[in-house]
């Protein structure tokens, strides 16, 4: 039963994923960093390095800019729009060995 193709297919998407989010770790344990935010055409989006990617922002805080916020404790991601509201500590739990709930902007929207 193992040898089955979607039992052998799962354990190679497994693996890659172990692969990828231990490729990628910080050097925090615990932590841990799953790629999101998936699209088509890369030509509508454009990569920047503006130190706006770089801030954390506490849950509730008010979203400086609109686009798509990913949690840096556990990889979730949610939208928000300037000037609204963060989504609070109890939008999402995850284990205390994941870290605080802090949202970093990874998806700037062009205009909002």
């Not at 039992?7 to 770790?25: C, D, F, I, N």
């Not at 799953?34 to 979203?63: R, V």
């Amino acid at each position: 039963m193992d040898n089955e193709p979607h039992t052998m297919a799962s354990r190679h998407v497994g693996e890659a994923l172990k692969l990828q989010a231990t490729a990628s770790a910080p050097t925090q344990p615990f932590k841990w960093r799953m790629k999101m935010a998936y699209y088509k055409n890369g030509n509508y989006l454009i990569q920047e390095q503006g130190l706006e990617f770089d801030a954390l922002h506490a849950p509730g805080a008010i979203a400086p800019l609109s686009g798509i916020y990913r949690c840096e404790g556990c990889g979730n991601s949610a939208v928000s729009t300037k000037g609204h509201a963060l989504p609070p500590q109890n939008h999402h739990q995850h284990s205390i060995l994941a870290g605080a709930v802090q949202w970093r902007l990874v998806v700037k929207a062009h205009y909002a």
